[in-house]
């Protein structure tokens, strides 16, 4: 296996990404979509690099693999389901362990390189 590097990655067109997808908008928040370009899936699928960005809006988490994230561009509102809530935007990085639940609000286009592994 080699190294992952992804270059430049806030100036990498949008049409490079995968096709959207839309889920469901929490309350009557504006339905948003959300990119991936995934960079390195591992064999066994335990280990996924890649790229996320999301319009704004706000929706339930869906992913229940641990996830370390570094936020490239923009802001959001993650608010676990025990009530926490974490401000995010560019230049902060941060770690969800396994089956973190709660519902994230994108106040401004959301770009972020990730490591997901279960």
Do not use: C
């Not at 229940?64 to 802001?75: P, T």
């Amino acid at each position: 296996m080699s190294i992952v590097h992804i270059t430049a990655a806030t100036q990498i067109p949008i049409q490079e990404f995968g096709e959207a997808v839309t889920p469901a908008p929490v309350g009557d928040a504006p339905s948003l979509q959300l990119f991936t370009r995934e960079a390195f899936a591992a064999p066994d699928d335990k280990v996924n690099v890649g790229i996320w960005e999301a319009t704004p809006g706000k929706f339930r988490r869906s992913i229940v693999d641990a996830e370390f994230a570094s936020f490239l561009v923009g802001h959001a509102t993650f608010v676990t389901d025990d009530g926490v809530s974490y401000e995010l935007k560019a230049g902060d990085s941060a770690y969800f362990p396994p089956n973190t639940k709660g519902v994230w609000t994108i106040h401004q286009k959301v770009r972020k390189t990730y490591v997901l592994w279960r």
